[in-house]
């Protein structure tokens, strides 16, 4: 099993709507969650960080988190064509000294 | 600011050449990190500085060389590398310790040995 894992995609949304991305981690311990958006070619641009149980919007993003379930997701409100991108599930591991593990990503294409 | 710098942008090295790539950060993070990224992958850690200290060895060859001068500068010394080292290097800051941890990246070194 995949430390955290992420549908690959391509995940095809129509303009205006919303994109759900899921991510899924292993490690109960974990304490921090985020996700990375990736144009090709690009580095990763952090949009959002969560750390608890619940909902955090900001702005057209959502992070929702369950620690339960070990499940944490994103959602894409009003999505426009400069949406389209990898978005990487990042999952701060507490073992060790910790590090970040990163979900292979979701490649996202809006469709206008 | 948010922002990390990295140069040079784009490097293409032989195999027995001798390089670095470089990294800045001015955010007062205390953690820096270098990644190598292959194309249509995650980021893969490669190292990890701590109070300019190096923390995290993920088994890297040791043609890579990290060094990290001062909080603020990180450097990755090449050497004798190898085609399938061809890559995106990606520096990134955070501020260490537990906590928040985000890390902000640079826009990376795309690099091609040939």
């Known amino acids: 099993q995949k430390e955290v894992e992420q549908n690959s995609g391509p995940l095809s949304v129509p303009e205006g709507a919303i994109a759900s991305l899921n991510c899924t981690y292993s490690?109960?311990?974990?304490?921090?969650f985020f996700w990375y958006r990736q144009y090709s070619g690009k580095s990763p641009e952090l949009i959002m960080s969560?750390?608890?149980?619940g909902d955090k919007e900001d702005g057209r993003f959502t992070a929702q988190l369950n620690k339960a379930s070990q499940y944490v997701s994103l959602l894409i409100r009003d999505s426009q064509p400069s949406d389209s991108a990898t978005y990487l599930c990042?999952?701060?591991?507490?073992?060790?000294?910790?590090?970040?593990?990163f979900g292979a990503g979701t490649q996202v294409v809006v469709t206008p | 600011d948010t922002e990390v710098t990295q140069t040079p942008k784009h490097l293409v090295m032989g195999m027995t050449n001798k390089k670095s790539l470089k990294c800045e950060q001015h955010?007062?993070?205390?953690?820096m990190y270098w990644y190598k990224q292959k194309a249509k992958k995650p980021p893969e850690l490669m190292f990890v500085?701590?109070?300019?200290?190096?923390?995290i060895n993920e088994s890297v060859p040791s043609r890579f060389s990290p060094e990290c001068p001062n909080s603020s500068l990180l450097n990755l010394h090449l050497h004798a590398l190898q085609p399938e080292d061809s890559a995106l290097y990606l520096c990134?800051?955070?501020?260490?310790?537990?906590?928040?941890?985000?890390?902000?990246f640079g826009p990376g070194t795309r690099l091609t040995v040939t």
């Open positions: 990134a800051s955070s501020q260490p310790g537990q906590g928040a941890r985000e890390q902000y």
């Open positions: 490690d109960r311990v974990s304490q921090s």
């Open positions: 969560i750390y608890s149980n």
């Open positions: 990042a999952v701060f591991r507490v073992r060790g000294w910790g590090k970040f593990q």
């Open positions: 955010m007062g993070h205390r953690a």
């Open positions: 500085y701590s109070y300019e200290k190096l923390s």
